[in-house]
């Protein structure tokens, strides 16, 4: 089984970076895509940024220009690069990927609270 364990979450200013890193316990074969979800409290969990198999990277408008999603496959991590963060960016991150021999949801990390305040 494969476990995703995030870090980098935290307290930052409005305006403020962060990066947040999703390390996989190994290797995964065949990814289709890897994401990031997030949670804020009383809202549904929504898809913030998306690297799928060909290279191409889709972002919800909320982030377009602000955010980056990446990945290193030598080291089985991906990252979210956050800039210009803003309070309505506060919620717990969540990665996740799906691969073609994986659960159908794909694989998820446990979350790490982001909290956007001055």
């Known amino acids: 089984q494969v476990q995703l364990v995030e870090s980098g979450g935290g307290l930052v200013q409005p305006g403020g970076s962060l990066r947040l890193s999703c390390a996989a316990s190994?290797?995964?074969?065949?990814?289709?895509?890897t994401n990031w979800f997030r949670q804020a409290p009383g809202k549904e969990r929504e898809l913030v940024a998306a690297?799928?198999?060909?290279?191409?990277?889709n972002y919800a408008d909320s982030v377009k220009g602000r955010f980056t999603i990446s990945r290193d496959n030598a080291k089985n991590t991906m990252y979210l690069q956050m800039n210009s963060l803003k309070p309505e960016d506060t919620a717990v991150y969540y990665c996740?990927?799906?691969?073609?021999?994986?659960?159908?949801?794909?694989?998820w990390g446990q979350g790490t609270q982001v909290t956007v305040s001055s």
């Open positions: 996740n990927v799906v691969a073609t021999y994986g659960p159908t949801n794909g694989y």
């Open positions: 690297l799928i198999s060909s290279g191409r990277s």
């Open positions: 190994r290797s995964i074969f065949r990814i289709s895509s």
